[in-house]
């Protein structure tokens, strides 16, 4: 099974170059480490930053430059800095070619939930409601499996929910997916190690393998 980093390192194979990429926090945020240096592609995130680097080295961090995450990050030769209404203007306005987002679950038909954490108190879903209303193209980077065993990958959401119909892709420590057109996780990828009886143990919802399922390049 794949770390966080693996599955970021995956995930990064999905960036092309001259794409504008908005990262989510948690393991999305992993993604910038990844994406070959001669790519050129801009790291947008929500709280005003385009043209965002990779996390800085210890010693080297600035507590000005942060994510949405607050965590302080690099930035790029360029980069540009911003204010939140400008940020979500570029969102709205559809001018990022690809999402990458945590979640809690996503259902077969594509519905993402990702903001309300159980028996926790949070102030609302924040720029995740804009993200999945606008994006093009979305990618969820999540564990298959939470801590009790439980499958995340469901028929349907049980958390409230974010975004309905709305994941395109999904990468997680056992597989790589997509959602089919009439819904199911269609088995893109296995992980080293991983077998497909590993992924229906894993697998809640509808899980669509069809021919030989190939085993993903890191």
């Known amino acids: 099974m794949l770390d966080k980093n693996g599955i970021a390192k995956r995930i990064a194979k999905e960036v092309k170059d001259g794409m504008f990429v908005n990262l989510g926090i948690g393991i999305p945020t992993l993604v ?14 929500e709280n005003g930053i385009l043209g965002m680097g990779p996390f800085p080295f210890e ?3 600035d507590a000005d430059l942060i994510n949405a995450g607050k965590q ?14 400008m ?22 038909n594509g519905d993402i939930a990702n903001w309300k954490i159980p ?15 606008s994006a093009k ?22 958390l409230p929910l974010t975004g309905i119909k709305c994941v395109k892709k999904i990468v997680t420590e056992l597989g790589v997916y997509e959602i089919a057109p009439g819904g199911g996780f269609k088995l893109l990828e296995t992980a080293p190690g991983v077998t497909v009886e590993d992924i229906k143990k894993a697998t809640a919802g509808k899980l669509i393998i069809e021919g030989d399922i190939k085993e993903m390049e890191l």
């Not at 302080?72 to 209404?85: E, K, N, P, R, Y």
């Not at 940020?87 to 996503?106: C, P, Y």
């Not at 926790?120 to 993200?131: N, P, T, Y």
């Open 32 to 45: 910038a480490n990844y994406i070959p240096e001669h790519m050129s592609v801009e790291l947008q995130s």
């Open 119 to 133: 028996g926790k108190m949070v102030k609302g879903m924040g720029g995740a409601m804009d993200l999945v209303a």
């Open 137 to 158: 193209n979305i990618i969820v980077a999540m564990q298959q499996v939470n801590k009790a065993g439980q499958s995340k990958l469901l028929p349907k959401c049980d």
């Open 72 to 85: 302080t990050v690099t930035l790029l030769h360029g980069a540009s800095i911003f204010d939140s209404a």
């Open 87 to 108: 940020s979500f203007g570029m969102i709205r306005a559809q001018k990022v070619h690809l999402t990458i987002l945590g979640a809690m679950e996503v259902s077969e």
């Open 59 to 61: 010693g080297e961090e």
